[in-house]
């Protein structure tokens, strides 16, 4: 039975958990965050802008409520938070930045990861030459 390799692995923790994940997993730290704090900082301004409008909107609910109007426009509101990520400047030029970081950082960790199956593998096969006789 053969278990999954550096390579593998580190990919798809890149891939599904985070960018850089994998090469955190590999002691690759300062690489790994070359992926990881372009990708945040994208993912945070996204949280930011749409934490900004759901405040707006529950001001807007707040002020219907207290003149009596307890109506829900659930398009509206749909709308107004779809619109806040996916119209929002963070995403219009931050998801390019946000998708190479991904697809990068999962090369990266591959490469990492099968340079270190590489070595493990030479290290198993050479025999050691400093064995005493």
Known sequence: MSTMTHAKRAAIASAFIFPGAGLFML???????????????IIGLLFINLLQVALQLSNELDAKAKRGDFGLDIPYLWNSLHGAVFESPYW????WLLLAAWLFSIMSSYAVGKKRDLEEQHATTTPDTHEQH
């Open 92 to 95: 219009a030029e931050g998801k």
């Open 27 to 41: 002691g690759q730290r300062l690489r790994g965050c070359v992926f990881a704090v372009p990708a945040a900082l």
